[in-house]
């Protein structure tokens, strides 16, 4: 099989990623600094815009290069459907969690003096710091930079569900808006995609944070652990972030294929019948 894959596509991806989770990962952080990490509607719609939106803008800027999967659960997709190899697909996800934990790199730096005055018992910002405390004293990333994290109100079979629906909205509309030969998405596919990424966060960010992305669950991950908050990170429901996700864009898919999907034989002999029809009504339109 010929190589499907160039290096431009796995640059776009990567560069696509690393925006995405500094554009998402940091409006988590900008919207809490001055709440004291309380969670509000006003926070909560900021946040999700600010990841609908920012899907929407990246894969507008590469789609033509690399397709703007951003997301390994997406890239799936694609593989499970024929339409890249899964060498292409492998690829694309390396480079994607490369992205995301560089972004994740990029947010810590940026927010590296919301934690001055912590280890001096400042007052302000006291959310900030009690956020941020390591297990042995000391102050890691600021809120521990947009990590993803199940809900203590939540059970792990409800974060489960709440992420392959998630997931599954997304990949469903991507194969509807993006795939489908009768879409009429066409240039607006990319807003469509915003908008459903954009929807899962405001349902979803109250229970798990919103993941829907494996990648970008990963980026705050790594980086969380290296900044000392491995206790915290890797705990109660990590999992449901690189599970959830994938078997979700594979049921999407699964929904497409079996149920949607048109050959290219029945679009052609749609599109017969449309002309036929048309022929019909101008030789009506004619004779009258």
Known sequence: MAQDWTFKQLAAEFVAMI????????????SVMWTDGVSDTGRLLTIAIAFGFGISVLAYGIGH???????????LSFVAMGDISPMKGLLYMLVQCAGA????????????????????????????????LQPDG????????GLNQVSD?????????LEFMGTY????????SAVHKQSTAGNAAPIAIGWSVMLAHILLIPFTGCGINPARSL???VV??????????????????????????????????????????????????????????DEAIDSA
């Open 19 to 30: 925006l995405f989770v500094w554009i998402g990962t940091g409006s988590a952080l900008s």
């Open 65 to 75: 290069i690399s397709g703007g999967h951003i997301n390994p659960a997406v890239t």
């Open 101 to 132: 934990i560089v972004g994740s790199f990029i947010v810590w730096g940026t927010a590296t003096g919301l934690i001055d005055g912590c280890a001096d018992g400042a007052v302000y910002p006291e959310g900030v710091c009690l956020a941020s």
């Open 138 to 145: 000391g102050y890691g990333p600021a809120f521990a930079i």
């Open 153 to 161: 109100r939540v059970t792990l079979y409800g974060a489960f569900l």
């Open 169 to 176: 909205l997304l990949v469903f509309t991507v194969l509807f």
């Open 219 to 221: 980026g705050p991950m």
């Open 224 to 281: 969380n652990t290296i900044g000392g908050l491995g206790s915290v990170v890797w705990i109660r429901g990590w999992w449901v972030f690189y599970t959830a996700p994938f078997v979700g864009s594979l049921c999407a898919t699964a929904t497409y294929k079996i149920i949607f999907e048109e050959k290219e034989e029945e679009v052609s002999a749609k599109v017969e019948i449309e002309v036929v029809e048309e022929e019909a009504v």
